[in-house]
């Protein structure tokens, strides 16, 4: 290894966890406001196998737009390159769950990384799967190698309480021919999806196949072909911290994914994910810490993408 991993997490994970914790908790989702934002965790793992913890990574907590990366994932092993005519693959430039580019649109979400984008994935899943929640759990405990993984249910109603956005969103773009189910099921499945949990140290391993060109490291079997990983790792680059992206592929450069339960998944390809968690959120939804220790860990190993 060219870098002490350990020694350079452990250190950056003091700094950080000594310093200031800004942002704030989301609370427009009931269940996810009473949260303790102390809770800070990282998980690496690498290639090799050598994977370091720190902090509160083996806590569960809810992965929120995390989830959006597999459901994706799911619904482009099964449609292939037909899926980019409901959903493009552009930086939006715009909040998460922004409604305003949908009109000039046509009805056809930015990018799959959006609420927008979720929604129109969750309304495939919803056409081509027999039982889409039981196909996106079983997926995620495949990749994770971890049965223990669940929705929770009490998150997923909190949230759809107060969904009043995302079925605005939902039935805007039914108006426009891009949702084909009844609204109220497409937002069941997204608000389920939203509401899986699972620690850093899960979330790595069920990432790191596509820090391996799309097979799984354990056994080379082919999760996704190399090319799909390719596209997959470079929507998470240019779309993965809605209108952050930018910024964060400035100051980290891997290519990643953020929810607003406070984590954050980084890749550096070919060689190792790495997740960290801290639930209070930046002003454009993304971990205040997260970003912080994302930025610290390229600035001292001297490894991105670029
Ligand atoms: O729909 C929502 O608003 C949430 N369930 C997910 C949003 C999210 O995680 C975006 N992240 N920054």
Known sequence: MKNNYQQIISSIYSEIVSGENLGEIPNYISELANISDHKFGVAFLD?????????DFQEKFSIQSISKVFSLILVYKNLGEKLWKR???????????????????????????????????????????????????????????????????????????????????????KSFGNIKNKPEDVLDLYYHICSIEMTCENLSKSCLFLANGGKNPKNNETILSSSKTKRINAIMLTCGFYDESGEFSFRVGLPGKSGVGGGIVALFPYHYCITVWSPKLNLKGNSFRGMKFLEEFTTQTGESIF
């Open 87 to 173: 959903v493009d693959v552009e930086p939006s430039g715009n909040a998460f769950n922004s409604l305003v580019q949908l009109e000039a649109d046509n009805g056809i979400p930015r990018n799959p990384f959006i609420n927008a984008g979720a929604l129109v994935i969750c309304d495939i899943m919803l056409e081509i799967f027999e039982n889409p929640k039981n196909e996106m759990l079983n997926f995620i405990r495949e990749i994770s190698q971890h049965e223990n993984i669940n929705f929770n249910t009490k998150v997923a109603s909190s949230e759809e309480k107060n969904g009043f956005r995302n079925a605005a969103m939902c039935n805007y773009m």
């Open 47 to 55: 290639l090799n196998n050598n994977s370091f913890g720190k902090g």
